[in-house]
């Protein structure tokens, strides 16, 4: 690739389609410097081939070597494999568990012989915009590990605060309300001192997708530490909403089945609590002050018994609440 663009900027001085070649090369690698992410990157790489070469065929992925998963960043036109013979590919190498795949397709062998005959540019396109890709992948994964929870994979409690500030803050009174709704396993600690950690996971990723399951794409789900998730309902700011969601969780998690053995075949069922409360935009109250109230809701609501729901605005001066 290498030996590509030198002899392009070789040519380029006397030959006006390589000057030109280059010029849309450098153009493209000052966008993607400026690119906010990923997905950016990502669309700015179609619009290059889609432009130049009428690429519209195009497939970028992550692939995670150690989880042995793909993450699709874009996809754009007609479904295509890597071994198709209209197919091209380019792999960048991160030298960590993420590589990236730019794959794209003809869409007939005489635009396949049009894009094999510019092929060079394009190989030389890669090779000077591969830092900034691998330098996009980094932060992601950076980014990513430090957001999110390495068991369930949902964000963590800092980020899922800190990005709803900034979504109140750049919505002005869009938000109005919001229910912050706190989730918590009946006696989680019997399932790690009866049985081990390996299955507290997995109790605790098929209570996430219970969550997520039951949430729309506009609210937030974190976890916090032990069984504890938390949810930010932007998608409602309706009361009876939010309690046939909290209901609904608790329902559906009720009904999970997790295998713990399988001679003999033994299968472990849980429940769960929800305590919530709301944080209004004009109220003096804070958003850290009102998921402790909506942790202490839940504390309170697992003194009530199993599966329950409990409102922080119902509690009562007589109530008692052993948090520790």
Request: include cysteine.
């Amino acid at each position: 690739m290498r030996h590509n663009i030198l002899n392009l900027i070789k040519s380029a001085g006397t030959n006006e389609s390589d000057y030109k070649a280059l010029q849309d090369i450098f153009t493209l690698y000052d966008q993607l410097q400026f690119a906010s992410d990923i997905k950016q990157m990502a669309g700015d790489i179609f619009n290059w081939l889609n432009v130049t070469f009428k690429i519209d065929n195009v497939s970028i992925a992550l692939f995670d070597i150690e989880k042995n998963n793909r993450e699709d960043i874009l996809i754009h036109g007609d479904q295509f494999f890597l071994d198709d013979s209209l197919s091209f590919f380019f792999i960048i190498n991160t030298h960590t568990n993420l590589n990236a795949i730019v794959s794209f397709c003809a869409t007939s062998k005489a635009h396949f012989e049009l894009i094999n005959k510019n092929y060079n540019i394009i190989e030389s396109a890669f090779f000077q915009i591969s830092p900034i890709i691998q330098n996009g992948i980094i932060k992601k994964n950076f980014i990513e590990s430090q957001s999110l929870d390495s068991v369930t994979n949902v964000f963590n409690r800092h980020y899922l605060v800190e990005n709803l500030n900034k979504q109140i803050l750049l919505s002005g009174k869009e938000y109005k309300q919001i229910y912050f709704l706190m989730v918590g396993i009946d006696h989680f600690k019997a399932v790690i001192d009866e049985f081990d950690y390996d299955i507290g996971d997995r109790v605790l990723v098929e209570l996430a997708k219970v969550i997520h399951a039951n949430i729309s794409e506009f609210d937030m789900v974190a976890r916090l530490t032990g069984d504890e998730f938390l949810i930010s309902i932007l998608s409602t700011s309706n009361e009876h909403d939010i309690i046939n969601i909290a209901n609904k969780i608790i329902e559906d998690f009720s009904k999970i089945e997790i295998k713990v053995s399988l001679i003999p075949e033994q299968v472990l069922k849980k429940t769960a609590c929800i305590g919530y409360d709301v944080y209004t935009y004009s109220d003096e109250k804070s958003i850290d002050t009102t998921i402790k109230n909506a942790d202490i809701a839940l504390y309170e609501a697992k003194n009530k018994g199993r599966s329950k729901v409990f409102n922080f605005n119902d509690m009562k001066e007589e109530d008692t609440i052993d948090l520790f």
